[in-house]
């Protein structure tokens, strides 16, 4: 049995929604463990190109089952506007999706609270997409959150929602924000709840049940391993566990039913919003790089920061996830430098640093030591062997390999599925056949 983790090794925006999309058909089901629409992961299939923000990247395929584990919150507006955008290009999947009943609500207020914290801090600012994700998972922390399961009971739900808006309002009031109106909220979400309710079930059971009769699981993370709350750069993180082990909370699965994580980075590394990025390039060269990868957000279109491959990140992550194998995406981005800089450790303060620093500040400070590799000024985009890349190109893996300490199994030379070399005789080549 193969129950696969897939998880960002950067600060997000890696590729997964391609990896994911392109090795789905080798699994059973598709369950997305944690965050929420502030993810974009990008599909295109036959140039045709879809963007998703809470379902599976598995839903494009027919017969694949798609899981919304308990790990995600969920913005009815945004999740029922997924779903209308899917069906209008014809997939149909009403029998193949399934909501955990314990993920948690986005309401309105999460919004505006969101807003006025981000507002309050000013240039300390997180840089957050200012859709509510962070006051969701304080109010599940907080014990005061709404989940899909309560959809299913509009009764207990009005009540519930009296409570609860009506402690946020005293929160906006003080902030000197606008208040929430009560019976809007109500009046949408019931309408909302009718259409979500029918999707709602007991994931972590239903994923038991199928593992039990032998079925397979790929598990697909939002954000990466730098923004996940506890091993990321805090406070410039994300409000939940986008790392491997989020997969196994996120979704009710054991650790122990789990096989194998793959990790995904880019052959440069990117940011978006605020937070410590030691290799970045604020120069022409990093508006090339921007220009060249189409580094915007796919949720918010945000231009996202760029900068030169760091292998600190790349070996942290490898160690936070236990990765079996690594996804090298973008690699045609390089394709026209004579030379590539590739950090391979910090200085700070002079001194050598054996790892990543957990202060911001002392991040923010590093001094990156690069390593100058050759270009191969060599078009890759396309290419579907190895044995076809440039020499130097070649060399390059290799060498990321080093620093991560783990195989590249993969990698990405275009957006599209068929432009993507599957290495033979790798772990992750082992799990597609």
Not at 313 to 335: C, E, F, H, P, Q
Not at 356 to 370: F, K, N, R, T
């Amino acid at each position: 049995m193969k129950n696969v983790v897939v998880v960002g090794m950067q600060w997000g925006d890696e590729g997964k929604g391609k990896i994911v999309d392109l090795i789905a058909p080798h699994f059973d089901i598709v369950a997305r463990y944690q965050g929420g629409h502030n993810a974009g992961h990008t599909v295109i299939v036959n140039g045709e190109k879809f963007v998703l923000h809470l379902l599976p990247s598995g839903i494009v395929h027919p017969g694949k089952r798609c899981v919304i584990g308990n790990g995600v919150v969920i913005d009815p507006t945004a999740l029922l506007t997924e779903i209308d955008e899917l069906a209008a290009r014809g997939i149909d999947f009403t029998e193949r999706l399934a909501i955990s009943n314990r993920a948690h609500i986005i309401l309105p207020h999460h919004l505006a609270l969101e807003r006025s914290s981000e507002q309050r801090r000013g240039a300390r600012r997180v840089g957050t997409t200012l859709r509510g994700i962070g006051p969701a998972y304080e109010d599940k922390i907080g014990r005061r959150g709404l989940r899909a399961g309560d959809l299913q009971h509009p009764a207990r739900l009005k009540q519930q929602l009296e409570e609860i808006i009506g402690e946020a309002n005293s929160v906006l009031q003080a902030r000197g924000a606008e208040p929430i109106d009560l019976a809007t909220v109500v009046d949408d979400l019931l309408a909302k709840a009718d259409r979500i309710a029918p999707f709602v079930t007991d994931t972590a059971l239903l994923l038991a049940h199928e593992m039990e009769a032998g079925k397979s699981v790929l598990f697909e993370g939002a954000q990466g391993t730098m923004l996940d709350i506890d091993h990321g750069t805090y406070p410039y993180v994300t409000s939940s566990s986008g790392t491997a082990g989020g997969a196994t909370v996120g979704t009710g699965v054991p650790p122990t039913a789990i096989t194998g994580a793959l990790g995904i980075m880019k052959a440069y590394a990117t940011r978006v919003g605020s937070g410590p990025f030691p290799t970045e390039l604020t120069d022409a060269i990093g508006e090339q790089l921007r220009a060249r990868g189409d580094e915007y957000g796919a949720s918010t279109g945000r231009p996202r920061r760029c900068g030169w491959f760091d292998g600190m990140v790349a070996r942290y992550a490898r160690i936070i996830n236990g990765l079996t194998s690594v996804a090298l995406m973008k690699l045609d981005v390089l394709d026209d430098f004579d030379l590539i800089p590739v950090c391979t450790h910090y200085r700070l303060n002079g001194e050598l640093v054996s790892g990543i620093p957990h202060d911001a500040q002392d991040l923010e400070a590093v001094e990156p030591v690069y390593e100058m590799l050759p270009g191969w000024r060599t078009s890759t985009v396309g290419l579907t062997a190895f044995e076809q890349l440039p020499t130097n190109a070649r060399r390059y893996v290799a060498r990321l390999e080093e620093l991560v300490g783990c195989e590249i199994g993969l990698v990405s030379t275009g957006p599209d599925r068929q432009e993507t070399i599957l290495r033979a005789n790798s772990k992750l080549a082992a799990w597609l056949t």
